[in-house]
T-cell receptor, first 121, second 113 residues
Framework: GAVVSQHPSRVICKSGTSVKIECRSL??????MFWYRQFPKQSLMLMAT?????????EQGVEKDKFLINHASLTLSTLTVTSAHPEDSSFYIC?????????????????FGSGTQLSVL | GENVEQHPSTLSVQEGDSAVIKCTYS??????FPWYKQELGKGPQLIID?????GEKKDQRIAVTLNKTAKHFSLHITETQPEDSAVYFC????????????FGTGTKLQVIP
């Protein structure tokens, strides 16, 4: 199946610093990447949808200036947590769907990255 | 918007027994229903999916059933093994473009050896 590579898998940072998380689609073109946040023992919460070459769409309650999303190419999307604080500590996951006709031709199938555990001290 | 309810939240079964997880959805426009398995500290992994034009789909020990009229779908795992222990999420999607995925609240499955 399609592969989404997410890095880093774990990051510990000091309060006030910024952290960048990268997601790459390895064998398909991802014109859209979804970014989720997951708290312990909870479901995935969609934060924003990044679109290649255009501005990301943020869900209600998600601060655009706090969570900067860049989708500069068809295979790379990044999420930057700016001026991180302890309350930003969470598990962040990206996902994307290959378009029909691309490689695996998987249509609606959503493939996830391996996640990034962010801990802000 | 779509609302997906998932039950139970936790499930413990003896190795070899079957496990069933149920989900209901609210939006009749939803027509694609994937199931994901998430192990601790990892991203969700698609394990099986079903489209609304099919009532049942099976892949080895895993099967999914869909009742469009009642708007519910279920995951069935037979002959459970310890490695099946994980959190399972159902989801509902109205296909067409890049529609949002609405996830269930998750079921923590524990298979007791």
């Amino acid at each position: 199946g399609a592969v989404v590579s997410q890095h880093p898998s774990r990051v510990i940072c000091k309060s006030g610093t910024s952290v960048k998380i990268e997601c790459r689609s390895l064998d398909f073109q991802a014109t859209t990447m979804f970014w989720y946040r997951q708290f312990p023992k909870q479901s995935l919460m969609l934060m924003a949808t990044s679109n290649e070459g255009s501005k990301a769409t943020y869900e209600q309650g998600v601060e655009k200036d706090k969570f900067l999303i860049n989708h500069a190419s068809l295979t790379l999307s990044t999420l930057t947590v700016t001026s991180a604080h302890p309350e930003d500590s969470s598990f962040y996951i990206c996902s994307s769907r290959p378009l029909r006709g691309q490689g695996a031709a998987v249509g609606e199938k959503l493939f996830f990255g391996s996640g990034t555990q962010l801990s802000v001290l | 918007g779509e609302n997906v309810e998932q039950h139970p939240s936790t499930l413990s079964v003896q190795e070899g027994d079957s496990a069933v997880i149920k989900c209901t959805y609210s939006d009749s426009a939803s027509n694609y229903f994937p199931w994901y398995k998430q192990e601790l500290g990892k991203g969700p992994q698609l394990i099986i999916d079903i489209r609304s034009n099919v009532g049942e789909k099976k892949d080895q020990r895993i099967a999914v059933t869909l009742n469009k009229t009642a708007k519910h779908f279920s995951l069935h795992i037979t002959e459970t093994q310890p490695e099946d222990s994980a959190v399972y999420f159902c989801a509902a999607i109205a296909s067409g473009g890049y529609q949002k995925v609405t996830f269930g609240t998750g079921t923590k499955l524990q298979v007791i050896p």
